[in-house]
């Protein structure tokens, strides 16, 4: 079994700045990508950043140049650095992995972290 946790969500201001951290642990032989999705109320899950294990990187274009996503992969951490926020990222952010556990590779997903943007 394979756990995500995250912290870092919170209530800011337009234009500022906040930094999501998302740890894996449990039966890991290694992890191919870690990532974060977004989902705002009343719409689909949909992917913000994503980093490879050997550090390739995508992002959604509405975060390009503003979001930045890094990962230890010693630790099985990554990070998620969300500078100049907009109302609309608001959402609830979650951590995936996907993980190799010898046998197989499986999507794990944390519980969210609710990230809201509002003066």
């Known amino acids: 079994q394979v756990q995500l946790v995250e912290s870092g969500g919170g209530l800011v201001q337009p234009g500022g700045s906040l930094r999501l951290f998302c740890a894996a642990s449990?039966?890991?032989?290694?992890?191919?990508?870690m990532g974060w999705y977004r989902q705002a109320p009343g719409k689909q899950r949909e992917l913000v950043a994503r980093?490879?294990?050997?550090?390739?990187?995508n992002y959604a274009d509405s975060v390009k140049g503003r979001f930045t996503i890094s990962r230890d992969n010693a630790k099985n951490t990554v990070y998620l650095q969300m500078n100049s926020l907009k109302p609309e990222d608001t959402a609830v952010y979650y951590c995936?992995?996907?993980?190799?556990?010898?046998?197989?590779?499986?999507?794990?997903w944390g519980q969210g972290t609710q990230v809201t943007v509002s003066s």
């Open positions: 995936n992995a996907e993980v190799n556990t010898g046998i197989r590779v499986t999507d794990y």
């Open positions: 449990g039966s890991i032989f290694s992890i191919r990508a």
């Open positions: 980093i490879t294990s050997g550090g390739s990187t």
